[in-house]
């Protein structure tokens, strides 16, 4: 059971818009930045977002993210077949004292 | 470039110990705080240790007391002690810090 809960799937075909949401508390996305990490199969976790919005170098800004209360999320917009991975939000917990992580969204584009 | 290798995984028997190493390059490395994460198979990701630039530490309840993190600035390193290793601690355990990661080296507790 993880600390912070994102929705184990979501789809969509090539163009399309899809959003991934992660759900937190007062004590982690409530307080501190939420990154968000790409995981193409096969393959080390990638920084896609860091600090609730900023993109690293050299990633699309195809990407985007925002938070909102105890709440965030990662949209992916123009879906290419290369999005296929899974997606992984993750903060740091105040009361936990530590780094928690969503249990991760496959993301198929279909 | 930005590099960070990760070596020292292997077979251990439960109980066992394991010291894992990250060699880092193509940033400056005493600036920026450094983590251990691991990924069972078809698992999610599962933080284990933070060590900042000051060189306060931080572990989860599941590995504090058992892994030790430490840095050697001077070496570009990171270092992971792993004692009374479990079946449970079975994992690819990466190394991150700032917005790269490594590639992994797999831990196997086993018997």
């Known amino acids: 059971q993880s600390v912070l809960t994102q929705p184990p799937s979501a789809s969509g075909t090539p163009g399309q818009r899809v959003t991934i949401s992660c759900s937190g508390s007062?004590?982690?996305?409530?307080?501190?930045?939420v990154n968000w990490y790409q995981q193409l199969p096969g393959t080390a976790p990638k920084l896609l977002i860091y600090?609730?919005?900023q993109r690293p170098s050299g990633v699309p800004d195809r990407f985007s993210a925002s938070k909102s209360g105890t709440s965030a999320s990662l949209a992916i917009s123009g879906l290419q077949s290369e999005d296929e991975a899974d997606y992984y939000c993750?903060?740091?917990?105040?009361?936990?004292?530590?780094?928690?992580f969503g249990g991760g969204t496959k993301l198929t584009v279909l | 470039e930005v590099q960070l290798v990760e070596s020292g995984g292997g077979l251990v028997q439960p109980g066992g110990s394991l010291r894992l190493s990250c060699a880092a390059s193509?940033?400056?490395?005493?600036?920026?705080?450094m983590h251990w994460v691991r990924q069972a198979t078809g698992k999610g990701l599962e933080w284990v240790s933070t060590?900042?630039?000051?060189?306060?530490?931080y572990y989860p309840g599941s590995v504090k007391g058992r892994f030790t993190v430490s840095r050697a600035n001077a070496k570009n390193s990171l270092y992971l002690q792993m004692n009374s290793l479990r079946v449970g601690d079975t994992a690819m355990y990466y190394c991150?810090?700032?917005?790269?990661w490594g590639q992994g080296t797999l831990v196997t507790v086993s018997s």
């Open positions: 991150a810090g700032g917005t790269w």
């Open positions: 193509g940033f400056t490395f005493s600036t920026y705080d």
């Open positions: 060590i900042t630039t000051a060189g306060d530490t």
């Open positions: 007062t004590s982690n996305i409530g307080i501190n930045t």
């Open positions: 600090s609730n919005n």
């Open positions: 993750a903060a740091w917990d105040d009361t936990l004292n530590g780094w928690v």
